[in-house]
């Protein structure tokens, strides 16, 4: 099974780590993706509007942007 059979929550779970008491990280990546109207949204987020949803820390928060900054380099570098 490759990353690329994953769901989206189920990537970003991976990225997460570990859930918080009372919610598992698939369920808080779910929670992330509704709140930020899905990948699109997500890679558009700042730390601040991630640090408003449930669960987000700062590290988290952090960890999630960097992944999407990371992203988004890749594919511009792809586009020459």
């Known amino acids: ?7 989206d ?3 970003l779970a991976v990225i997460i780590g570990s859930g918080i008491p009372g919610c598992s990280s698939i ?3 779910a929670r992330i993706l509704r709140r930020t109207s899905g ?4 890679a558009e987020a700042n730390v601040e509007q991630l640090l408003a949803i ?7 928060a952090m960890r999630i942007v960097a992944g999407c900054e990371l992203s988004r380099r890749a594919a511009h570098r792809a586009k020459g």
């Open 27 to 29: 369920e808080l990546a």
């Open 54 to 60: 449930d669960g987000v820390g700062p590290a988290l």
């Open 39 to 42: 990948t699109a949204g997500l």
């Open 1 to 7: 099974m490759g990353v690329r059979r994953l769901k």
């Open 9 to 11: 929550a189920e990537v």
